[in-house]
C-alpha cells in the first residue's frame, strides 16, 4: 500500500469543502452519478473502435445504500482508472480550471462567504463526496490495466492507493457518512425515497439506467401475511433531456442540468432548446451563463460545445461548433448526421459541423435579439457580461456579420441614463441630424465636460458613449446603420452648421488668418493643425483628431504593449472658439509681444491634452508656464 500526500491546492479546496457551510451538499450524487455517467460514455466511445475491448450492450449505474454501516455505494460499468489516472484525477483537483482556482482562492482569503461561489465554479465533482463523507473508498479497474487499485481517503492530508482484485471493469465508490450532528443529519442520503427523489430532481436524463435494489412488500388476498421481495428498479427516465419534446422539458430541469454538466452554481441567464430536422438535423440544449465564468479570459478556456452522434458521446468542448466570439455559450449537440467512428482530426474539416455551428449562431443571436425587444433591463444584465464578445463578433469579421449583429448592439448615450440601441438611436435623431455621434469616454460625467460636446448639445443631439477598448474598432468596422455614418465628436467634420454659420466661420478664419498661422507656427510640430472651431460654444480650446486613428485608439493601441504601435499617434488638431474672450485676450498679446504668444499657445495645447486624457510632453515646462503666467497676473 502506498500512501501519498494530496497537492497542497487540493487539500485547500477538501478543507473548502469540508467546512464550508454548503446548503446544496445533496448535489454529491448527481456529481458522482455524472462522472460514472461519463465513465461509461467513455469505455463506450472506446470500445467502438478497440477491438480489444468487449463490446456491451448492459451499460449500468447502481446505486446502495447500507443503513447499519451508513455508506452509500455508487458502481458503474465505466472505463475504470488506471494506477496513474487514479493519482491524476482523484489526488490534484482535476478540472482544467485549477490555477486559475487557487489565484481566485487566494484572493479571497480573507472571504468566507464567497468560497461556496468559488467551489461552484470549478470541476470539483469528486470532492464534493466530502461534504457528506468521512470516508470514501473508490475501487476502480481500467481495461488498459492488469490489476485494479482502491484508492482510499478521509479527506485530511493523505490518500492511499493498494491493488485489489476487482475483476470486471468500472469504478465502485463507497461513501462512509459523516456523523450527525444536532443540526447536521446525515442520514437521509441513505432512504430510499431520498435518493429516489434526488435522481429524479438531478439525474433523470442520464442516459444509461440507474439501478437500485427495492424492498417490495406483497400481501396475499386478504391483506395478510407480508412478504418481501427485493427488485432490481430503474429510478431514472433515460430519455436524455435533449431528445424530448420541447413542451416536455421544464425550465428547471434544464438549469438543474446545465449546473451539473457546466459546473455552475448559478441557474443560466438563459437556455435554448433547439430541435432541427433538415439539411443538417441535430438536436441541441445552449445555455448562456448568468455570471461571466472565472476563466473565460484566461488560456485555457476551452471554447465549444459537448458533441454527441446518435447519442454516443464524442468529445467535450468541440470548437468547432461555435464561433469564436460566442465562446462564452456553453451547451451540447447531438446529430444523427456524422460517423461514428470519425476521428476527431477529421471533425475540424467537416462540412456538417460548419452547417450547425452555423444554425446555431444565428439560433444564439436570435434568442438574445427577441430578449432584447421584450425586456432590455434584462438584457443589460446579459450585456454587461458578455458584450464585448459581441462587438469583438463584428471587429474579427471584418463585416460580414454587420448585418447580423448590429442591433445587439446597446450604449450607453447622452440624453437618458439606460441604454440605447443604434435603432432607437436613429429613430430618435433630430430633424436636421445627419450623422450618429459617439464619443469615447468612461462615464457620462465625463463626457458632459467635454468640450467637444457642446454644440451638439446645444443642439440636443443624442450621443453614444463608447466606454469599451474595443468600441471604436466595432464601429470602424459596421461603418454605419441605416445609411447614417458615425462621427467621433472629437474628430473630423461633424457637419453642425447651417448655411449662415458656416459663413460667419469663414469670414472669422479669412479675418483671422495671420493670427491663426503665428498661433500654430508657434506650436511647431506639436500639432497637425490649428483651426477655428465649428464646435465649441463656452470653451476656450480642445483638441481634436484628424482622419484615422482617434485618441481612444491611440491610448488602446499604445497600453497594449506592443512595440510596434509605440510610434503610433492620432492627429492633434487645436480648436480654438473665435466667441470665447480668450481669442480677444490672446490677439491682443498676438500684436504686442509675439514671444509671449508662443508660451500661451503652448499653455493652450497642454490644456487640451489634459482634457483629452493624452499625456503631456513637458509636464515641468507646463507648470513653470503657469507659475509664471500667475506671477505676472497678480502684478
Ligand atoms: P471532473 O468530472 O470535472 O473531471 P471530478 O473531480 O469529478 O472532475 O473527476 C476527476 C476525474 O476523475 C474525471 O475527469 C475522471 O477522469 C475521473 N473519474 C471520476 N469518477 C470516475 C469514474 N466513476 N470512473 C472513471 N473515472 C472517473
Not at 230 to 254: D, I, Q
Amino acid at each position: 500500500m502506498e500512501t501519498r500526500k494530496f497537492k497542497t491546492e487540493s487539500k485547500r479546496l477538501l478543507d473548502l469543502m469540508i467546512n464550508s457551510i454548503y446548503t446544496n451538499r445533496e448535489i454529491f450524487l448527481r456529481e458522482l452519478i455524472s462522472n460514472a455517467s461519463d465513465a461509461i460514455d467513455k469505455y463506450h466511445y472506446l470500445s467502438l473502435n478497440d477491438e480489444n475491448l468487449e463490446k456491451r450492450s448492459d451499460y449500468s449505474i447502481l446505486i446502495e445504500t447500507d443503513e447499519k454501516e451508513r455508506t452509500i455505494t455508487i458502481s458503474d460499468t465505466g472505463i475504470g482508472m488506471t494506477y496513474d489516472e487514479l493519482n491524476d484525477n482523484l489526488g490534484t483537483i482535476a478540472s482544467s480550471g485549477s490555477s486559475e482556482f487557487i489565484k481566485k482562492m487566494k484572493e479571497n482569503e480573507n472571504d468566507k462567504l464567497n468560497e461556496v461561489d468559488i467551489i461552484g465554479q470549478f470541476g470539483v465533482g469528486f470532492y464534493s463526496a466530502f461534504m457528506v463523507a468521512k470516508k470514501v473508498v473508490v475501487e476502480t479497474k481500467s481495461p488498459f490495466s492488469k490489476v485494479g487499485y482502491t484508492f482510499t481517503s478521509t479527506g485530511e492530508e493523505e490518500y492511499s492507493i493498494e491493488e485489489n482484485n476487482k475483476e470486471d471493469n468500472g469504478t465502485r465508490i463507497t461513501l462512509f457518512l459523516r456523523d450527525n450532528k444536532e443540526e447536521d443529519n446525515y442520514d437521509d442520503f441513505l432512504k430510499e425515497y431520498k435518493i429516489r427523489s434526488l435522481i429524479k430532481k438531478y439525474s433523470d436524463y442520464i442516459r444509461y439506467p440507474i439501478n437500485m435494489n427495492v424492498t417490495h412488500t406483497t400481501y396475499d388476498e386478504k391483506g395478510e401475511n407480508p412478504k418481501e421481495e427485493v427488485k432490481l428498479e430503474t429510478l431514472n427516465s433515460m430519455v436524455p433531456l435533449w431528445k424530448k419534446p420541447k413542451n416536455e422539458v421544464t425550465k428547471e430541469e434544464l438549469n438543474e442540468f446545465y449546473k451539473s454538466k457546466f459546473y455552475d452554481y448559478k441557474d443560466p441567464f438563459t437556455s435554448i432548446n433547439v430541435h432541427v430536422e433538415g439539411a443538417v438535423s441535430y438536436n441541441s440544449l445552449l445555455f448562456i451563463p448568468s455570471e461571466v465564468p472565472m476563466n473565460l479570459y484566461s488560456r485555457d478556456y476551452e471554447k465549444g460545445l459537448s458533441l454527441y452522434t446518435k447519442g454516443v458521446f464524442i468529445m467535450d468542448s468541440c470548437k468547432d461548433l461555435i464561433p469564436d466570439y460566442l465562446r462564452f455559450v456553453k451547451g451540447l449537440v447531438d446529430t444523427s448526421d456524422l460517423s461514428l467512428n470519425i476521428s476527431r482530426e477529421m471533425l475540424q474539416q467537416n462540412t456538417v459541423l460548419k452547417k450547425i455551428s452555423q444554425n446555431i449562431e444565428t439560433k444564439v443571436v436570435k434568442e438574445l435579439a427577441s430578449i432584447k425587444e421584450k425586456d432590455l433591463t434584462r438584457y443589460v444584465e446579459f450585456w454587461k457580461n458578455f458584450g464585448s464578445f459581441i462587438k469583438y463578433g463584428i471587429y474579427e469579421n471584418y463585416g460580414s456579420k454587420n448585418d447580423l449583429l448590429k442591433d445587439l448592439l446597446i450604449y450607453h448615450h447622452s440624453n437618458g441614463d439606460d441604454f440605447i440601441s443604434l435603432k432607437d438611436y436613429v429613430g430618435g435623431m433630430k430633424e436636421d441630424q445627419k450623422k450618429i455621434y459617439f464619443a469615447s469616454s468612461s462615464s457620462k460625467d465625463s463626457l458632459n465636460s467635454l468640450p467637444q460636446l457642446e454644440l451638439l448639445k446645444k443642439k440636443g443631439y443624442d450621443v453614444i458613449i463608447l466606454d469599451d477598448n474595443i468600441d471604436e474598432f466595432a464601429l470602424q468596422v459596421l461603418d454605419k446603420y441605416d445609411d447614417k455614418e458615425f462621427a467621433n465628436i472629437s474628430s473630423e467634420d461633424l457637419d453642425l452648421l447651417n448655411d449662415e454659420e458656416k459663413n460667419d466661420i469663414e469670414k472669422k478664419k479669412e479675418d483671422n488668418k495671420d493670427f491663426i498661422s503665428a498661433l500654430k507656427e508657434s506650436l511647431g510640430d506639436k500639432v497637425k493643425d490649428v483651426v477655428i472651431s465649428k464646435r465649441l460654444v463656452d470653451s476656450p480650446v480642445c483638441l481634436v483628431s484628424g482622419e484615422g486613428l482617434s485618441f481612444e485608439m491611440e491610448k488602446v493601441l499604445k497600453a497594449q504593449g506592443n512595440q510596434m504601435n509605440e510610434g503610433i499617434k492620432a492627429e492633434r488638431i487645436l480648436e480654438i472658439n473665435p466667441n470665447h474672450p480668450l481669442f480677444d485676450s490672446l490677439k491682443n498679446v498676438y500684436s504686442k509681444d509675439k514671444d509671449q504668444l508662443k508660451n500661451y499657445a503652448s499653455l493652450l495645447l497642454d490644456q487640451a491634452l489634459l482634457i483629452e486624457g493624452l499625456p503631456l510632453d513637458n509636464p515641468l515646462e507646463f507648470s513653470k508656464k503657469m507659475t509664471d503666467l500667475m506671477i505676472e497676473a497678480s502684478k
